[in-house]
């Protein structure tokens, strides 16, 4: 049986609307308080994001918890990972974040967090929407009850984050943009705490500001930050922080597959885990040094599921979840900074020097919105468009499409050797789907 409230990171939506209404979201409080209530430890922690509808969502899946008789204790602002370690390392059966990671201000959503701090697999997720949808249909009215904010608990995830990193950063300038985030306040705390000269961008949220036109999905105002500054480096998160992007010195991107190899690189695992989306060229670069590269569906939920499985201590995304399985039970963008930070002064060399060889293959991303999602193998356009890429590519590319698990959207991922040949190729395959779709 397929979900129908949760897709690949929680339940998301536009705030207030289905599945982010009243009635829904404290039905939801309701079940995930009758989920955790026989826990030794019946206590849900909760944080949010910057996004001004949190605090009312927050009180919904309060009274929806005390219905079953369950506590809650409020973070306030902190990081999507932030809420994963006090789940893991407090007297909680559960974390829940509420944030729509990078997305607009109107939208928002409910990530569910284990006492073991990793989010929940999809059968847990499944039996979950049951118990939703058993509230919904008594017929409940939506109950609220004011969060009350215990300030303690970023203080304890600042220290534990403080506590990884080896050495101190005394003499490295840094410019953070904070999306108007999770990160605004505890990035710049966490860098300076360290020594580091901190700039801090775009860490004044008002909660409708969040990820607009900053963030880790933005970056061109942090690349020319950079160099105005003469920073070593950048880092940018996006609204919960639990992806980062940095820019070198010279004003590089570095995304979520240069931080893989340069981590792969130190740690010299026998794999590292990515998602179907990581550039072929991270996979070449790896095996030039004898690593394997073991791709996933996208999502890091799925990455952590295979380095558990397989008991890698690497793995994450393209798009800046990186996940250090000896430090955190999901991908944290101010953890990631830390630590490819950390190995390029260890190394004495800048970012530019420790993804050099790093040969990136030129890729195209389509996005199409479609009305009336059908599986892509009963659509015979398509699959001739995809069939006639992947015959002129053969090895040296690939194709990905596939729909988003938060947005009715059709992705089309091409990647091949040359920039012209492969807009021309993902263009089609998208023409095709907005053809049988629309």
Same mark, same amino acid.
């Given at each position: ?10 339940? &998301?939506?536009?705030? #207030?609307?289905?599945? !982010? ?8 409080? %309701? ?5 955790? +209530? ?59 974040? @509420? ?8 939208? $928002?959503? !409910? ?5 073991? #701090? ?44 403080? /506590?990884?990193?080896? =050495? ?16 605004? %306040? @505890? ?21 409708? $500001?969040? $990820? ?7 970056? +061109? $105002?942090? *690349? ?18 639990? =992806? ?17 190899? @340069? ?27 004898? @690593? ?26 393209? /798009?800046?979840?990186?996940?250090? &399985? ?29 993804? *050099? ?16 999602? =059908? ?22 590319? &690939? ?38 779709? /629309?």
């Amino acid at each position: 049986m397929s979900r129908k409230l949760f897709g690949t990171d929680g339940i &998301r939506g536009v705030a #207030g609307e289905y599945p !982010l209404d009243p009635a829904t979201v404290y039905a939801f409080g %309701a079940a995930l308080g009758e989920w955790v +209530a026989h826990h030794a430890s019946p206590r849900v922690v909760v944080g949010m994001d910057t996004r001004e509808s949190g605090s009312g969502l927050a009180a919904l899946v309060a009274a929806g918890c005390r219905l079953s008789g369950v506590e809650t204790c409020f973070a306030g602002i902190t990081t999507t990972p932030g809420v994963a370690h006090l789940a893991l390392n407090g007297d909680f059966a559960a974390g829940l974040m @509420i944030s729509a990671s990078h997305n607009p201000f109107q939208d $928002n959503g !409910l990530k569910v967090f284990a006492h073991t #701090g990793f989010k929940l697999p999809d059968e847990e997720e499944r039996l979950l929407e049951q118990r939703i949808f058993d509230y919904l249909g008594r017929g409940l009215t939506p109950q609220s009850q004011a969060p009350v904010i215990d300030p303690a608990f970023d203080r304890n995830y600042v220290d534990h984050l403080a /506590s990884t990193c080896h =050495r101190r950063l005394d003499g490295v300038k840094l410019v953070l943009d904070c999306a108007n985030g999770a990160a605004s %306040a @505890i990035g710049p705390e966490l860098f300076r705490l360290l020594g580091a000269d901190v700039v801090a961008t775009s860490c004044t949220p008002d909660g409708r $500001n969040i $990820n607009r036109g900053c963030g880790a999905l933005h970056v +061109a $105002n942090l *690349q020319a930050r950079v160099i105005q500054e003469g920073a070593h480096f950048g880092a940018a998160f996006d609204g919960d922080a639990d =992806r980062c992007i940095l820019v070198s010195g010279s004003g590089k991107i570095i995304d979520g597959d240069h931080c893989l190899l @340069i981590a792969a690189r130190k740690l010299r695992p026998r794999a590292v885990v990515a998602t179907v989306m990581s550039n072929l060229g991270l996979e070449r670069a790896l095996a030039a040094d004898g @690593i394997g590269l073991v791709r996933t569906a996208v999502g890091d939920r799925y990455v952590i599921e295979e380095m558990l499985r397989s008991e890698l201590p690497l793995g994450g995304e393209q /798009s800046g979840h990186v996940i250090f &399985r000896d430090y955190s039970t999901t991908g944290d963008g101010l953890l990631t900074a830390l630590r490819v930070l950390e190995i390029a002064l260890q190394s004495g060399k800048t970012l530019d020097e420790l993804t *050099q060889d790093f040969m990136v293959y030129p890729q195209k991303l389509v996005n199409v919105r479609f009305r009336e999602k =059908r599986p892509l193998e009963e659509l015979p356009e398509v699959q001739a468009e995809i069939r006639a890429t992947e015959a002129e590519f053969g090895q040296a590319g &690939r194709v990905l499409v596939r729909f988003s698990g938060t947005e009715p959207l059709a992705r089309v991922m091409v990647e091949g050797p040359a920039q012209d040949r492969v807009d021309t190729r993902a263009t089609a395959i998208a023409e095709a789907i907005r053809a049988a779709l /629309s």
